[in-house]
Structure formats: C-alpha cells, structure tokens
C-alpha cells in the first residue's frame, strides 16, 4: 500500500497523484475533483484523523510527500512514515539529503514521471524496499521519536550531574 496523504490539491500535488494513479495509492484528504479517476488503482478515501493517519502508515509500504514548500526542512509525514515503518517518499532537498540522506528516503525532483519513476524503482524490490524504510525508522527513532529524545536528555543530565559530582569529591 502506498499513502498519499495532502490537505490541499495544489498543482504539485495534483502531478503527482496523476503520475501514480496506475498504482495501487491509498490517497486521504484534500479536493481531487479535478483529476480523472477513470481506470485508475488508486483510491479515493476521506480526510482521517491524526491516529487514524498514524495507523495507516504503519500498515503502508510508502508515505508519499509532495510538500514542496519546506525546503530547509521536512513535513511531518516524512518522519511520522518513518516512525511507523513506512519508506518516506519526498521531493528532495537539502535539509532531508543532509540530515536523513538518500539512502534512508526515496527522493525525486520536480521533472516530467519523477515521481512515479521512483515509486516504481522502490516497489520493484520488497527486500530493498524494507531495508530503506528501516534505515528511515531508525533515522527517525534517533532524532525525531520523543522518547527517544527524552531518554537522550536524561543521559546528558545524568552525566552532567555525575561530572558535577567528582568536580566536588
């Protein structure tokens, strides 16, 4: 199952879903009245709640991105896939190629079938597939998961306050 989850059908968004109605995409929210669905294998699905959305990512093989406008950084769906298992598929930028790297998201660019190109080379191969989108939750437990943060907090104040301690005795 791939899931294309958007609350809006802005132009980018729209390509993309377009370029993957020949496969088998769960897509939730957002007006879609303007494409033709006519053969398509994706379906349609209302607007889900937060917990809702999280389930269905952790039963997805791919959480699709097309949020363009966060160039610096990523939109949650990315991390909220990878926390839950899912591959990340997102447009490509500089804070997701530095931070999380290409080898733990499925990239593509803007130009003509990119998107579709990608989720077809990443659904070629299960194995491959699967090992992607564990290098992505693990990325995303490492940086992202608030327990995981927490946890990290704790050490640091924990070896802050045995420092403290041998400074005195």
Do not use: C
Request: hydrophobic residues 45%.
């Amino acid at each position: 199952r791939i899931h294309l989850q958007v609350s809006d059908s802005t132009a980018r968004a729209s390509r993309a879903l377009v370029e993957l109605l020949r496969f088998p995409v769960h897509v939730s929210g957002g007006d879609w009245a303007h494409v033709d669905w006519r053969g398509a294998r994706a379906t349609l699905q209302p607007r889900v709640t937060l917990t809702e959305l999280r389930a269905l990512f952790g039963r997805s093989k791919i959480v699709l991105n097309v949020m363009p406008a966060l160039r610096f950084s990523t939109h949650h769906r990315v991390i909220e896939g990878m926390l839950h298992g899912a591959a990340a598929a997102s447009d490509a930028n500089s804070w997701l190629d530095t931070a999380a790297t290409r080898s733990r998201y499925i990239a593509f660019d803007w130009s003509d079938g990119s998107v579709a190109d990608a989720v077809a080379a990443a659904l070629a191969d299960d194995a491959t597939l699967g090992a992607l989108a564990e290098r992505g939750r693990a990325f995303a437990i490492a940086h992202h998961d608030p327990g995981a943060q927490f946890e990290h907090m704790l050490k640091t104040v924990d070896g802050f306050l045995a420092r403290a301690g041998e400074m005195r005795g």
